[in-house]
């Protein structure tokens, strides 16, 4: 896998400050089939660091340039859904027809879902009509840090992702070390979506 000893950070692949890799082991064979770095404190300022430069014009963005980005991640999460059934049933030792049907498919879902419902939900709104000037306003609260588990990969981090894409948040992703190659495949998928740099980096 071609960036998998890299972290992305800022829109690009970089290296880690410090190398430490560290073996991806598929459990179905018990044999290493993968290498990544592992992040240390550096790296991860330098993910913060980048996703809260880009939160200042991100918390501002409209609601339709959020759907806009949200669709275009659904669109290009479908097109590489077969490099991320493998990804999954690399690291997780699934089948591979569980991983496409079951798996990729929730993450599938839950994008979907958050699209549907961000669509109808209103930033702003007026509570009480007896009270036209009260407003009601939902804010991004900044940079979130989302951290995912081995299993149900994509279930976990579509859960999060895509929420605080809507939300007008910025974010760092760390997946699980032991299963963390669809995320590399999703990060992937974040970029050639044109998600703007530092709104989603990924360390692992």
Request: aromatic content about 8%; overall charge negative; some cysteine.
């Amino acid at each position: 896998m071609e960036n998998s000893r890299k972290f992305y950070i800022d829109g690009q692949w970089v290296d880690p400050v410090n190398a430490n890799d560290f073996d991806v082991i598929d459990p179905s064979t018990e044999e290493a089939i993968a290498v990544i770095s592992l992040g240390g404190r550096a790296d991860t300022d330098a993910a913060v660091a980048a996703a809260g430069r880009a939160y200042d014009s991100w918390s501002q963005t409209s609601k339709a340039e959020r759907l806009e980005l949200m669709e275009a991640i659904a669109a290009e999460y479908e097109r590489r859904s077969a490099d991320i059934a493998q990804a999954m049933s690399d690291e997780m030792g699934a089948p591979i027809d569980f991983s496409n049907a079951v798996q990729v498919a929730a993450g599938t879902g839950h994008i979907g879902d958050f699209i549907d419902a961000f669509r109808d939900f209103d930033l702003e709104y007026a509570p009480n009509p007896d009270s036209p000037g009260d407003r009601i306003l939902h804010d991004p609260v900044g940079v979130v840090g989302l951290i995912t588990p081995w299993n149900w990969p994509m279930n976990q981090v579509t859960l999060k992702v895509l929420p605080a894409i809507a939300a007008g948040c910025t974010m760092v992703l760390k997946p699980s070390e032991i299963a963390p190659l669809s995320s590399i495949v999703f990060t992937e998928v974040m970029h050639a979506a044109g998600t703007p740099a530092g709104v989603y980096n990924m360390v692992n």
